[in-house]
Structures are given as structure tokens and as C-alpha cells.
């Protein structure tokens, strides 16, 4: 599912932008040269940017082994807030140990989680439900907080499509 998941997380983040007030700094394709200081962000291409989101998150936040749609929630997250937060929101969902790293402990408490359709959906509902509670919580939503809220519906009502 990661050509349909990657397709999703780059109509999100769109080109190039520099936009100062943003944390993230100059991003390509939503890779950031706060994360990647030793890229040419302007001159990244989408497959090099799919090769780090490949490598970087989908891999590392375990996505080929969660379940479809809860991939999507957790590697749009991790694109959108970081690995770590992406991860923390799964583990305390799933009643994991919260360290920020899927390992195999944790992907035993999803499928624990997830064993019917109508499991899943609710972990991705609950999801979406605490990656909201981050996005206003944090004091820029005033100013990137219909977009987030946007993203974040989209990307909710697409997993949640998968899933049934």
C-alpha cells in the first residue's frame, strides 16, 4: 500500500515552499532541510523524496505490517508531526509501551487491536481523534489549523474507506 499511501502524503505536502513562519523550513515534497541539512531541498526530486519517505517512515514506523489503513494514518502523521509522535499516538492507542519505536511488541498489540474491521476503524478513529488534539494544541494552529484539521479528515476518511 505504499505507492497509494505516498500518492496521498504528496498531495498534502505539495512542492517547494519556504515559508518563514513554518517550523519546518524549507520543504520539497514535505522533506525538510531542518531534517535533511545535507539536501539540495529545491532541487529534491518526488522519486528521491519517495526513496526518503520509503526508507525514513514507511519502514521505520513498521507500516508494511500494519494493518491497511492504520498504515496510511500512521505514515501521514509521521510525515506531518514526526516518527516519534506518529509512533507514541499508536503505542498508547494499543496499549504498548510508548518509547516511539514500532518494534515487534507493538505490532503484536495492534493485531491484538485490529482483529475485525469494525476494531480497526475504531483504532483509526481514536487516532485521528488524538493527532486532532496535538494539531490544537499547538500554537500555530491558529495559522496552519484548517489545514491540518483538512488533512487530517481527508487522510481519516480515506483509511477508514480501506478498511471497509
Not at 513554518?22 to 539536501?39: C, M, V, W
Request: aromatic content about 10%.
Amino acid at each position: 500500500m505504499f505507492k497509494e499511501t505516498i500518492d496521498i502524503v504528496l498531495k498534502h505536502e505539495g512542492g517547494y515552499v519556504n515559508d518563514p513562519k513554518d517550523a519546518g523550513g524549507e520543504t520539497n515534497f514535505g522533506i525538510s532541510k531542518r531534517a535533511y541539512p545535507h539536501l539540495d531541498i529545491l532541487s529534491l526530486t518526488e522519486s528521491q523524496a519517495e526513496g526518503i519517505y520509503w526508507t525514513d517512515y514507511w519502514l521505520r514506523c513498521q507500516c508494511n505490517v500494519l494493518p491497511t489503513g492504520l498504515d496510511l494514518m500512521v505514515m501521514d502523521c509521521a510525515v506531518n508531526m514526526g516518527v516519534a509522535r506518529a509512533s507514541k499516538i499508536l503505542q498508547n492507542i494499543v496499549g504498548a509501551k510508548a518509547d516511539g519505536i514500532i518494534g515487534s511488541k507493538t505490532i503484536k498489540a495492534v493485531w491484538r487491536s485490529t482483529e475485525t474491521p469494525e476494531a480497526t476503524e475504531s483504532v483509526i478513529k481514536q487516532y485521528s481523534h488524538i493527532r486532532q488534539g496535538h494539531y490544537e494544541a499547538m500554537t500555530t494552529f491558529p495559522l496552519y489549523g484548517k489545514g491540518w484539521t483538512r488533512r487530517n479528515t481527508e487522510t481519516t476518511n480515506e483509511a477508514l474507506r480501506w478498511v471497509l
